[in-house]
Nanobody
């Protein structure tokens, strides 16, 4: 299994970025895919998850209404559209494959078994 993130960068507060996660080596349709982020010295935080069941999506309270996750099963990819970015969104963002198809909530990192290398997102004030 391989997950590769792209799309990070530097943006001003209020701006937008789109992160992409390309997956290979798995039956993509069978698994939820999540996005996490981590700031040095802090624990990794769940941001959003795209279930493989009925198009269900889940968001952390801190990003709900600003971020949108979507998945394209035909391309084995997941996209995280981030709008109205805030300096507090600055972090390394990781995509990850869940061990299951859906958890009915934004599951913690212990429910994920494969991770990408991460992509840096920096939001300037």
């Amino acid at each position: 299994v391989q997950l590769v993130e792209s799309g990070g960068g530097l943006v001003q507060a209020g701006g937008s970025l789109t992160l992409s996660c390309a997956a290979s080596g798995l039956a993509f349709d069978d698994y939820a895919i999540g996005w996490f982020r981590q700031v040095p010295g802090k624990e990794r935080e769940g941001v959003s998850c795209a279930s493989s069941v009925d198009g269900r999506t889940y968001y952390a309270d801190s990003v709900r209404g600003r971020f949108t996750i979507s998945r394209d099963n035909a391309k084995s990819s997941v996209t995280l559209q981030m709008n109205n970015l805030e300096p507090e969104d600055t972090a390394v963002y990781y995509c990850a494959k869940a061990t299951g198809s859906d958890y009915e909530h934004l599951a913690g990192e212990y429910e994920y078994d494969y991770w990408g290398q991460g992509t840096q997102v920096t939001v300037s004030s």
